[in-house]
T-cell receptor, first 113, second 119 residues
Framework: GNSVTQMEGPVTLSEEAFLTINCTYT??????LFWYVQYPGEGLQLLLK?????DKGSNKGFEATYRKETTSFHLEKGSVQVSDSAVYFC????????????FGAGTRLFVKA | DVKVTQSSRYLVKRTGEKVFLECVQD?????MFWYRQDPGLGLRLIYF???????EKGDIPEGYSVSREKKERFSLILESASTNQTSMYLC??????????????????FGPGTRLLVL
């Protein structure tokens, strides 16, 4: 079946530190991959996406590369800010005739000033 | 910008009550979804709808039903609320069916969520 596994949190970093949140997936078919972010008190919003192998999605200084050989889509940012404190969800969607997106459990990030 | 609104941010209900959660989107999206979000479990799909009056069960439909009488509105109904339905409920919408041309059609847009407490 289709599933997403991401690293457990919380992750606590100091401002300007390097961030990596690991995400791996299993999928029947060729998935599109996403990172969504949920800021405190809000719903989820799309952060970035990639639709085929070796694609790199990027937004707001965050990046993730679609690695088919390792079935991974790790999220990275070179220098985090306090305002990046949020919950990050890795997700996939596969064209198997359905419309669903499968979400990981989420990783909470705390950034200290 | 796509806007998805939910009728309440916080709701407190008694066990056995019938509960209605409303969701409205303003971008003519075909698909709408209801999730519940619980710590450590991420988002779990309850029901989704790909057209007016159409609905499909998600992963955890037990104890819930849905209604989609108009394209922009998708309602989640708890027929008889129980304490194990205390959770954050998130509504989402997406443009349409997955297409090999663009994944933009499957990007989901979320409402702010309704935090439901069942006593």
């Amino acid at each position: 079946g289709n599933s997403v596994t991401q690293m457990e949190g919380p992750v606590t970093l100091s401002e300007e530190a390097f961030l990596t949140i690991n995400c791996t997936y299993t999928a029947t078919g060729y998935p599109s991959l996403f990172w969504y972010v949920q800021y405190p008190g809000e719903g989820l919003q799309l952060l970035l996406k990639a639709t085929k192998a070796d694609d790199k999605g990027s937004n707001k200084g965050f990046e993730a590369t679609y690695r088919k050989e390792t079935t991974s889509f790790h999220l990275e940012k070179g220098s985090v800010q306090v305002s990046d404190s949020a919950v990050y969800f890795c997700a996939l969607s596969v064209n198997t005739g359905g419309f669903k997106t499968i979400f990981g459990a989420g990783t909470r990030l705390f950034v200290k000033a | 910008d796509v806007k998805v609104t939910q009728s309440s941010r916080y709701l407190v209900k008694r066990t056995g009550e019938k509960v209605f959660l409303e969701c409205v989107q303003d971008m003519d999206h075909e698909n709408m979804f209801w999730y519940r979000q619980d710590p450590g479990l991420g988002l779990r799909l309850i029901y989704f709808s790909y057209d007016v009056k159409m609905k499909e069960k998600g992963d955890i439909p037990e104890g819930y039903s849905v209604s989609r009488e108009k394209k922009e509105r998708f309602s989640l109904i708890l027929e008889s609320a129980s304490t194990n339905q205390t959770s954050m409920y998130l509504c989402a919408s997406s443009l349409g069916a997955w297409s090999s041309e663009t994944s933009g059609r499957i990007t989901q847009y979320f409402g702010p969520g309704t935090r439901l407490l069942v006593l």
